[in-house]
T-cell receptor, first 111, second 114 residues
């Protein structure tokens, strides 16, 4: 079965700095990959997804992620962090409606 | 607007009691899922359904059951609540066969078993 590993349970950046959240996956088939964001006391919200085609995908709020098959990675980036980006971020891999989530990375943004 | 709603938002129950958490979606999605979220574990799948009268076990299904009598609802029942089932529970739905457009999540139910 597929699985996801998120490197770093907590990431702290300064406002305006680069955000990099790491995700590696394992899958026996070409994967569908996702990043979700969770704000306090809320459900998960889809940030972006990779299904097929272009390996660099853009999402909401200025986030983007690049699918690298050779590295089995799908890291999430944002050039300049904003205070409102503070949240929990989950990487996920989906194989035929079997969505597996990573343990999550909590992003803190310092003023 | 279409939505997915969970109720209650918070629930405290005693060990051994039966508890039912509600999930209702107006997306007309065939696929519905229940996850639990625990610190350090991310989200783990409890049960899922691909349509009316269809239910399937996920990776952490022991002690839980679901039923699907219509498209809109997938209630989750804890047969005899245990302290290990204290968690935040999320319902999700998907309209595509393979889920390749992602899932839509409810706001969650925080359950405490005392």
């Amino acid at each position: 079965a597929q699985s996801v590993t998120q490197l770093g349970s907590h990431v702290s950046v300064s406002e305006g700095a680069l955000v990099l959240l790491r995700c590696n996956y394992s899958s026996s088939v070409p994967p569908y990959l996702f990043w979700y964001v969770q704000y306090p006391n809320q459900g998960l919200q889809l940030l972006l997804k990779y299904t097929t085609g272009a390996t660099l995908v853009k999402g909401i709020n200025g986030f983007e992620a690049e699918f690298k098959k050779s590295e089995t990675s799908f890291h999430l980036t944002k050039p300049s962090a904003h205070m409102s980006d503070a949240a929990e971020y989950f990487c996920a891999v989906n194989d035929n409606n079997d969505m597996r989530f990573g343990a999550g990375t909590r992003l803190t943004v310092k003023p | 607007d279409a939505e997915i709603t969970q109720s209650p938002r918070h629930k405290i129950t005693e060990t051994g009691r039966q508890v039912t958490l509600a999930c209702h979606q107006t997306w007309n999605h065939n696929n519905m899922f229940w996850y639990r979220q625990d610190l350090g574990h991310g989200l783990r799948l409890i049960h899922y359904s691909y349509g009316v009268q269809d239910t399937n076990k996920g990776e952490v299904s022991d002690g839980y059951s679901v039923s699907r009598s219509n498209t809109e609802d997938l209630p989750l029942t804890l047969e005899s609540a245990a302290s290990s089932q204290t968690s935040v529970y999320f319902c999700a739905s998907s309209g595509t066969v393979g889920g390749n457009y992602g899932y839509t999540f409810g706001s969650g139910t925080r359950l405490t078993v005392v």
